[in-house]
Every structure is written in structure tokens, then in C-alpha cells.
């Protein structure tokens, strides 16, 4: 079933609706474009942030604090600090 957006329960701090994360800008610590979020997996212990960058394959990103650095959903922006490696999982 739907509810319209203005009837959903506020979130306590830190948590989001998934309808609010799709679409974000996601951008690294040191302002590196990454991609789009373009859907939301959920994981064992966390969800993963699905990635969609141009002309590259998919990338999961863990949605933890340690990784997701903040999130700003008036200007629809994820920014992170990835672990070295996590953004060149899926490059050959």
C-alpha cells in the first residue's frame, strides 16, 4: 500500500526513506563525481546504495555512517569516504 509522502511518520535522526536517497547526487570526500543512487538493496546488517555511474558498471556502496559521510537531502547530494579500492571493485 501507498501513503502519500505528507502522511509518513518522521524518521528519527539519521534515517531516510528509500524514496528520499533515489536520485541523490553521490560525490567523495574530495568532491570526485561517482554517480546517481539508482536503487537501494538491502543487505545482512545494511542497506547498499546501487550506483550508476556513466559508462561504467554498477557500484555498491555500503549506506553506513563510516562510508556515507552526510547526507543532504535538500540539495539531493550523498557524500562519501569510500575505503581505497570500493570504487574500482567491478574496473578489469
Do not use: W
Amino acid at each position: 500500500m501507498l501513503v502519500p509522502e505528507e502522511e509518513l511518520q518522521p524518521l528519527k535522526a539519521d534515517t531516510f526513506y528509500h524514496h528520499q536517497i533515489l536520485g541523490c547526487r553521490v560525490v567523495t570526500v574530495d568532491g570526485r563525481e561517482v554517480g546517481r543512487v539508482a536503487d537501494i538493496q538491502s543487505a545482512a546488517g545494511s542497506d547498499l546504495l546501487v550506483i550508476r555511474p556513466e559508462g561504467r558498471e554498477e557500484i555498491l556502496i555500503p549506506f553506513s555512517g563510516e562510508i556515507c559521510r552526510e547526507v543532504n537531502l535538500e540539495a539531493g547530494l550523498i557524500v562519501i569516504d569510500p575505503p581505497d579500492g570500493l570504487l574500482d571493485l567491478n574496473e578489469i
